[in-house]
C-alpha cells in the first residue's frame, strides 16, 4: 500500500486548497482513506475519512469547511478544504484506516500505511 499526498501551500486565512491523496500498489476500492494532521509538539488529529462505500466522517474541528471525496477510477482521495484558519496550519498524511470512531467530536481511526505528507500553512 502506497499513498502519497499532495496539494499543499501557504494561504491566507479564509482561503481554500485542495488536497490530494494518490494510491498505488493495491486494488484502491478495497480501502477505506482518511487524513489527519500533525503538528509539532500537538498529538495527531483526525481529520476525515471516507469508507470504501462513499460515508464520510470529519472532526467537529472541520465539519462544514472541508470535504472528503474519492474518485475510485483515479485512484484518488482529494480533501477540499475552505475557510482556513491559522490553527488548520500543520503537515497533512492521507493514510488507509479499517476502524473509524467518532468520540467526542474528535476523530479517531486506526492509520496506517501513511506516506509523505504535505504541509499547509495558513497565514496573513
Known amino acids: 500500500v502506497q499513498l502519497q499526498a499532495s496539494g499543499g501551500g501557504l494561504v491566507q486565512p479564509g482561503g481554500s486548497l485542495r488536497l490530494s491523496c494518490a494510491a498505488s500498489?493495491?486494488?484502491?476500492?478495497?480501502?477505506?482513506i482518511g487524513w489527519f494532521r500533525q503538528t509539532p509538539g500537538k498529538e495527531r488529529e483526525g481529520v476525515s475519512c471516507?469508507?470504501?462505500?462513499?460515508?464520510?466522517y470529519y472532526a467537529d474541528s472541520v465539519k462544514g469547511r472541508f470535504t472528503i471525496s474519492r474518485d475510485n477510477a483515479k485512484n484518488t482521495v482529494y480533501l477540499q478544504m475552505s475557510s482556513l484558519k491559522p490553527e488548520d496550519t500543520a503537515v497533512y498524511y492521507c493514510?488507509?484506516?479499517?476502524?473509524?470512531?467518532?468520540?467526542?467530536?474528535?476523530?479517531?481511526?486506526?492509520?496506517?500505511?501513511w506516506g509523505q505528507g504535505t504541509q499547509v500553512t495558513v497565514s496573513s
Open positions: 493514510a488507509s484506516y479499517t476502524v473509524v470512531t467518532m468520540l467526542l467530536g474528535t476523530l479517531r481511526a486506526d492509520f496506517a500505511s
Open positions: 500498489g493495491f486494488t484502491f476500492d478495497d480501502y477505506a
Open positions: 471516507i469508507s470504501t462505500k462513499g460515508d464520510t
